[in-house]
């Protein structure tokens, strides 16, 4: 099993910034990408980022691009997205996952950590 636990979240006004943390543990071996997700209440849970934990290739959801970066640390296994330039539309509880493939969807995913909330005034 692999567990992921998010942290970082907290409350910022429009134009800040705010880095949020994913770290795994268990069987990591068998992970091969690391993705962010964002749900806000009533609404689907969106693809953000995600990164190849080997080459550190990453994708982004457009309206995130320019603003937020993915990263990862060996040593630490653990997930970073930066996000800059923060909107009120970014306002949501984030979500981390790992699977195989840097999917776009859910379904690619096979672990999920329990989301940390992050909430963005204007």
């Known amino acids: 099993q692999v567990q992921l636990v998010e942290s970082g979240g907290g409350l910022v006004q429009a134009g800040g910034s705010l880095t949020l943390s994913c770290a795994a543990s268990g069987r990591t071996f068998s992970n091969r990408a690391m993705g962010w997700f964002r749900q806000a209440p009533g609404k689907e849970r969106d693809f953000v980022a995600a990164?190849?934990?080997?080459?550190?290739?990453?994708v982004y959801d457009d309206s995130v691009k320019g603003r937020f970066t993915i990263s990862r640390d060996n040593a630490k296994n653990t997930v970073y997205l930066r996000m800059n330039s923060l909107k009120p539309d970014d306002t949501a509880a984030y979500f981390c996952?790992?699977?195989?493939?840097?999917?776009?969807?859910?379904?690619?995913?096979?672990?999920w950590g329990q989301g940390t909330q992050v909430t963005v005034s204007s």
């Open positions: 990164i190849y934990w080997s080459t550190g290739v990453a």
């Open positions: 996952a790992a699977g195989r493939i840097t999917g776009r969807t859910p379904q690619s995913y096979d672990y």
